[in-house]
């Protein structure tokens, strides 16, 4: 700022910037020259001053400085004074964004102008402007690119003017003019600043056409770049230094070991301690046995407020517990306290997460208790309305067929009202799930930010513009269409840089032989023009499209059928729309082509897209577990309305209602044999995790049965896709204990079930006994009990039979357990009479041989096993299968499990395994990953350049570069080449049919020392693997009995 800006340009270059002190230029003015000769013309650019008091701040001077870095090809540095650390800091902090935005169509020149310098030596200045390229190169390369590559910077390209007015008193005035001094050395730099303009254009051209056609296409580019750093650019400019954003990272990893170990627990021998997690899930279980065993509608509501206070206890005390770990951790001077004050805010964040998300458990198990507790009020309900009438009729039961209808219909429309008010009271609508997304969104986002690549563009969102989609097609006018939904020509305005679609345009108007390029712009060619360019739309976007919608519908098909969503799984989401679906619609299908992405802005809008698809899924989720809840109630109302109906019209004797009376019993019964199923199903995933207890244990296993072992045809599995051939292992696990335990098991579940049913024919009979000895008087059947009885005979003398039976029974005995459930199992009906006790047993006992005699029970249990089996498998799963990042180089699966920065693999393979060749002669790489000679050569990275080793992973994949860093033990890594060497001799057929048109080569040597005669793999079996691989991602793939 006020570092006569304005005029050094008018005086190199004749423009006529207003110049005064103070600020005279705000944003940027710029003057056009288009010269007569036939030269090129030159756009002057005149940009705001930077670090003044009455600036916008950091961030406003970092766009502003990489405004004109990024839309120019040279750029004056005009300074007062000498090269500071502040100039220094702002250059750094603009290479990183550029490196993450990738804005620059140029590649500028970056010149230092020093003002009202009397001791014009260059040799002080230069050493400084040495010193400070030197940082910048080592920036650069810890950004994953060489400086060359950003920006062009001489180490003596620093110029020294004097002060470019004179002044002194004349007669008592003071009088003012430029020196010639100061003209001549303006003039020199104006040669020196159009001698690098045409040495630059000479290297840049070379066949290819220049960066812009015309002003307006400038103008376009310009306008494009500004409205990213507008969006985009605070949160990369907010830094100040590099330095200050590694040290951000570090803090980060630190808090996110803290958040780690007290959520999932420490096992440090110094000081072991329950995560989070565990103890949350005991206090939930403790809390749903106490509610199975009393579930009175007064005492759930206590049991839950209890709940509530406990749960609320625990995570203050993790919350203490974690800023206390993550102080002791982050003592480090190095870290600011102003670093650590911003990241203690976002650490409480995952701890009320899970604090909602165990409530929510619990607020599910309650509803549970709820629903039953209301299906026992309903049956109370309607009992008591049935009793009052048999009461008030002396039980004689006189109602035709309507009225019993119209009773009925009464009396549930009264009890449905209550229970869909509960329920929808349970029910998250679009709102809270908008808010509870974008909380787990946002918080996955602050801290991916300190990850590199692509993840640093990632911005958080509120929840207004997701709710903006809240109708049924995922979309509003309000907000506009998401990213699937949007035309080509939306596509082309918001995703693509408008210079690449203007150079498609003239290359359809030279095929047409429409007029001059010159013309393009003129109104009576745009119509052919935009036809031209929507053949290059149908060609490129709509393949783009079927992409992102592909990556979509899988990710809301994976939270769907999960059932909910976690920051792991919303961490994931983003690093696959920045890894996989951003560096496919970036690479693959734009290779073809001079099209430039505007990265920023796609990212953009898939992270929109994947929040909005997240809420849909979930929405789905609310939706079929409202539906669920209906269609039980709905069955509870059909067996309330036969029962119902059966009480309260005049034409049912005994035998219909002991047969009413056995369905009853039977169906209560079936609730406790879906309990012993499930509890069957968690002993099996028990088992299952014990032999596969984490991700990196499970790498290990499928590295030792496919590689080690000789597996051939596991080792093509594993190569093609590693995370479905771990499944496969699982399932097969699965499968194994499932063969082992289930079957014993199932067999001992339906010995006790049938038991079960035994003994209550038994006790229904003894009860009938009973009651001839007490009463042998004759019955009417068909017109029941009459008044002649002296003493009434009921159901609840039958139920109060069973009750007092089971209390009789001594609790240690076989038959204890057995006694219980019938006894807690009775089904609640109302209290209508008997009049011939053994005729109703008989009908009992005859309604229960046929349940038995139909095996409706085993198949019911089988069925239930499957399903509880299906959803334990699951979540099993889902604890075993960890990161799905895959090594870059080898495609070997990552084996951490939970929140992580950096990845890691136990075992490396030939990157030749995933497709990797040399450029040259197509052959196979066998560079193993942890050896030095892979680490010495190049690599191609996303933008098409080729680099080293360390700068491909720091550009391109730096969470995997600590781990390719570590050093491996010489027997480990001996063991595991000759493994990988056995392993291409043999598959080598079917992986050169795969990776086409890789060529085909094997050393002498290995090929002598491994060739397995007869069990090599052909090229036959690459469609066999491909065809399991294709069933376990579709999840068809069932292991075989064998």
Known sequence: QSSAKSTLMNFLFGCCFAVRAGRCTRGLYA??????????????????????????????????????MTCSHLVIINHKGELSRQLQDIIEICLFAMRHLRLARLQPRLAFVLRDQHDRSLAVHEDMLKKMRAHLEEVACSLGAPLSDLILLDSTA???????????????????????????????????????????????????????????????YAATVWETLDQFGEQLLHYRTIHEIELRRELADVAKGAVRDVLNGSQSTRRPVAGFHERARQIVDAFVTRIHENSTRFHLE?????????????REECAVQLEELFQ?????????????????????????????????TWKLHLKKASDQQAMQELWVHFTGVLNRHLTTT???????????????????????????????????????????????????????QNEAGSLALLKEIGPQQVLMHSDNDGQCAAAGPLLCDQTDEEWEEHYFYIGWWGTVKMHGLALLQNAQVAAINSSPKKKEAASCSTIAVRTRIPGMRRVVQHGLEQFQEEVWSRGGLDELTAAEGLRHITGVMFHDLETRLSADSSVTLKRPQIL??????????CVKALSMVESDRQKRAMSDLLAQKAMVREHFLLIVQANKGDVERATNFAVLYHNSLMAWVDHEVTQLAA?????????????????????????????????????????????KLYLTVFHKRKRAFVRSAQCRVEKRVLGVYDLLRETVGQWARREDGLLNDEVDVAKGMTASYSRRRSVRTLKDFISAHAERVPEATDQAQAHRQLAERTPATADFDIADPKLFADTVQARLSDFLDSREIQKRVKEQLEKALREQSRQAWALIRGCTERCPLCGAKCDLVGEHSRHHCGHHLFPAFHGWMDSNTGLPSFGHCMCSKTHEGSYQCKDGVWRSFQEYFKSDHPAWL?????????????????????????????LLEYFAPMVDWCPDDWHHKYFEEGRALTKADLQTAKERIRRLRSHTWVPPDE
Not at 340 to 345: C, F, V, W
Not at 420 to 430: E, G
Request: hydrophobic letters at 40%; aromatic letters at 10%.
């Open 158 to 220: 620093v110029f020294l003017l004097p002060s470019a007015v004179t002044s002194e008193l004349q007669n008592g005035r003071e009088i003012s003019w430029t020196s010639e001094l100061f003209a001549r050395e303006v003039l020199n730099l104006r040669h020196e600043i159009f001698r690098w303009l045409r040495e630059d254009a000479m290297q840049r051209c070379r066949g290819r056409p220049p960066e812009f056609n015309s002003l307006v296409q400038w103008y376009d």
């Open 302 to 314: 206590a049991t839950d407020m209890e709940f509530e206070r406990s749960l609320s206890f625990l």
């Open 394 to 448: 002396g039980h004689r039961l006189c109602l035709s067929e309507a009225e019993s209808h119209e009773l009925f219909e009464a009396e549930w429309h009264l009890y449905e009202a209550s229970y869909l008010s509960r329920l929808q009271h349970l029910m998250k609508d679009w709102h809270t799930l908008s808010h509870e997304v974008t909380l787990l969104f946002n918080h996955a986002v602050a801290k991916l």
């Open 962 to 990: 600590p781990a390719l860093a570590e050093e491996q033990s010489n027997g480990m890594m001996e063991r595991d080449l000759c493994c990988l060497q056995a392993a291409w001799v043999n598959c080598r057929e079917p």
């Open 683 to 727: 002993e099996v995933r028990n088992q299952v995790l014990l032999e596969m207890p984490d991700p990196q244990k499970s790498s290990e296993l499928a590295f030792q049965q496919a590689f080690a072992a000789h597996n051939w045809p596991d080792v093509l599995e594993y190569v093609l896709d590693m995370s479905a051939y771990l499944e």
């Open 328 to 360: 002791e951790r982050a003592c480090n001077p190095r870290f600011s306290s102003t670093a650590k004050e911003q990241t203690l805010q976002q650490m409480r964040t995952p701890v009320e997460w899970a604090f909602e998300n165990h409530l929510y």
């Open 31 to 68: 003057t056009y020259f288009q010269p007569t000769d036939g030269r090129p013309p030159l756009l002057v650019l005149d940009s705001e001053g930077l670090l003044s008091l009455g600036s916008e701040g950091s961030v406003f001077d970092g766009q502003i400085s990489l405004m004109c």
């Open 604 to 613: 953009h809008a898939l992270h929109f897209a994947l929040r909005v698809v």
